[in-house]
């Protein structure tokens, strides 16, 4: 299973992790509040590499195509 989590001050961002996991260094549960739980098949696969590689997935909802680098 997998954790979605909205950031508490700034809900933008979003953090993915595994359900049985230790949360991400430099960061605390305090500061994210659950939106919902997945299973490993409902979650991208991106995503799911990202989380085996670094041990979560941050992104931010809302960017604008701007934003993008050239």
């Keep these: 299973m997998y954790r979605f989590l909205v950031h508490v001050r700034h809900p933008a961002y979003r953090l993915v992790v595994k359900a049985d996991a ?4 430099g960061t605390s ?3 994210w509040q659950i939106s919902r739980s ?4 409902d979650v991208n696969r991106e995503i799911r590499e990202a989380i085996e590689r670094d041990g979560y997935s941050l992104f931010r909802i809302g960017l604008s195509l701007s934003e993008i680098p050239s």
């Design 38 to 41: 997945r299973r490993a098949d």
């Design 22 to 25: 230790p949360f991400p260094e």
């Design 29 to 31: 549960a305090s500061e």
